[in-house]
């Protein structure tokens, strides 16, 4: 059972422009949700993250939003440059769900293109 | 910065063989944790780890086990490879802060061919 769904497997846009990545959960438990950016060959780096007291929070040109009622999360990213193309994974955790802490849930990942 | 060292970025093994792979952590984060990484499945957790001799199995540990006699080191180890565990192997660690500090640090990855 996935409980956090990244449905778009790839996403292309040009440079300048807004790139919004989506993520997917079902498990209503989840309180803490990050963004992973991953280049092919490298480990994932963590960019940005929002807890669910929260509905929106901006770092830079990265801003995750969150809508607790329709279990949704997504990323946006103003404006898109070259160097963002890379896989970005969702991932939740739950300080509730598990017996300790620290165990995150990932989705798919979607991999972004921003062409020149 | 915290830093996740892995002791191989790309390794060959031939089926049958006994595998380690280790993973070095300098920010003495209590959690630790195994991914394998495979295009359209995602990061799928292997084992992890809260505590020295600690470990619990994650979603998918059938054919690996783990070992982490120190705090700051922690050890995947695939008793006898085959063609299946062909993939991309991360180890993560994370502070164990008992609020919502849950992020976790990748290690570089390490690319292992089963043939």
């Known amino acids: 059972d996935q409980q956090v769904k990244q449905n778009s497997p790839s996403l292309s846009v040009q440079e300048g422009r807004i790139s919004i990545l989506n993520c997917d959960y079902t498990n209503s438990m989840f309180d803490y949700f990050l963004w992973y950016k991953k280049y092919p060959a490298e480990g994932p780096t963590f960019l940005i993250s929002?807890?669910?007291?929260?509905d929106k929070n901006e770092d830079g040109r990265f801003t995750v939003f969150l809508n607790k009622s329709a279990k949704h999360l997504s990323l946006h990213i103003v404006p898109s440059q070259p160097g963002d193309s890379a896989v970005y994974f969702c991932?939740?955790?739950?300080?509730?769900?598990?017996?300790?802490?620290?165990?995150?849930?990932f989705g798919q990942g979607t991999e972004l293109s921003v062409k020149p | 910065d915290v830093k996740v060292t892995q002791s191989s970025r790309y390794l060959v093994k031939r089926t049958g063989e006994k595998v380690f792979l280790e993973c070095v952590q300098d920010?003495?984060?209590?959690?630790m944790f195994w991914y394998r990484q495979d295009p359209g499945l995602g990061l799928r957790l292997i084992y992890f780890?809260?505590?020295?001799?600690?470990?619990e199995k994650g979603d998918i540990p059938e054919g690996y086990s783990v070992s982490r006699e120190k705090k700051e080191r922690f050890s995947l180890i695939l008793e006898s490879a085959s063609t299946n565990q062909t993939s991309m192997y991360l180890c993560a660690s994370s502070f164990q802060g008992g609020t919502n500090t849950d992020t976790q640090y990748f290690g570089p990855g390490t690319r292992l061919t089963v043939l």
């Open positions: 920010m003495d984060h209590e959690n």
């Open positions: 929002i807890s669910s007291i929260k």
């Open positions: 780890s809260y505590d020295v001799k600690m470990k």
């Open positions: 991932a939740a955790s739950g300080w509730g769900i598990y017996n300790q802490g620290g165990k995150l849930i």
